[in-house]
């Protein structure tokens, strides 16, 4: 019996398992958050979540609203200092992962969360870069999460917040202290991993009942797909189950239940 679930299900299951038991995640608020705790009450019971706002090891019942949500200090093993959670977790290499979402992604797998439009005079400002520019430059590799539509794949992002690979897939180059910056790209249709040469994005695995066609009228440059594509397996029923408590307890926290 075929179990039913949405894309949005497909693509916080798949980034769930991305992440490894006893990884250190430094997790993004929103469909990484989902991801990053779905993952901690599945597969990986020892993963440790950190966040923004200096909570160590959280362990929350219900999804944060915010970085500064007080479940995610009630639940943590620690709270440190904003600019201890930075100079010596971050930057001191003990993040083997960063955990994104973002509003604008390109071919190179840069970040827009500035603006849309020109600079001088954008028609939407957006909430910012927060710690993603550092979360990108300092944890061992980054992966990202977001639904996929030709406004949020574009060929080149209107402002770069969070460098991928710069304009020309050479950012990293020679410079030193730097993680290997984005690996894994997943959305609510495929999985996309830079190209190993020119940095591209390339999609490798497609969601079930994806076809080709899905992908490239959803995105912005004429993308490429592996030789060797694959197919990304189902969820699995425990894997809905918890999901489905998750959101479920989350929707009733905030509503004030």
Aim: overall charge negative; glycine content about 10%; hydrophobic content about 40%.
């Amino acid at each position: 019996m075929s179990l039913e679930y949405t894309s949005s299900e497909m693509m916080s299951v798949t980034a769930a398992r991305a992440l490894e038991n006893g990884m250190t995640c430094f997790v993004g608020i929103g469909l990484p958050s989902e991801a990053a705790n779905l993952a901690r009450l599945t597969h990986a019971p020892d993963v440790v979540l950190i966040y923004e706002s200096g909570t160590l090891q959280t362990k929350p019942d219900t999804l944060p609203l915010s970085i500064g949500d007080g479940e995610l200090c009630e639940s943590a093993l620690t709270t440190v200092a904003v600019p201890e959670m930075f100079r010596y977790w971050l930057q001191g290499g003990k993040v083997s992962v960063g955990f994104l979402g973002t509003a604008q992604i390109d071919r190179f797998a840069n970040l827009n969360t500035t603006l849309i439009g020109d600079y001088k005079a954008p028609k939407v400002r957006l909430p910012g870069g927060g710690g993603a520019p550092e979360i990108a430059t300092n944890a061992g590799e980054v992966f990202i999460t977001l639904k996929h539509s030709k406004r949020a794949f574009v060929k080149d992002v209107d402002f770069i917040t969070t460098l991928g690979f710069g304009r020309d897939g050479k950012g990293r180059d020679n410079v030193p202290n730097i993680g290997k910056g984005p690996t894994r790209v997943i959305t609510d249709l495929c999985v996309m991993k830079p190209d190993p040469d020119t940095k591209e994005l390339v999609v490798v695995s497609l969601h079930p009942g994806v076809t080709r066609e899905d992908v490239i009228d959803a995105t912005g440059w004429e993308v490429r797909f592996a030789e060797q594509l694959e197919s990304t397996p189902e969820p699995s029923a425990n894997e809905l189950e918890i999901l489905r408590e998750l959101k479920a307890r989350t929707e009733r926290a905030h509503a004030g239940e």
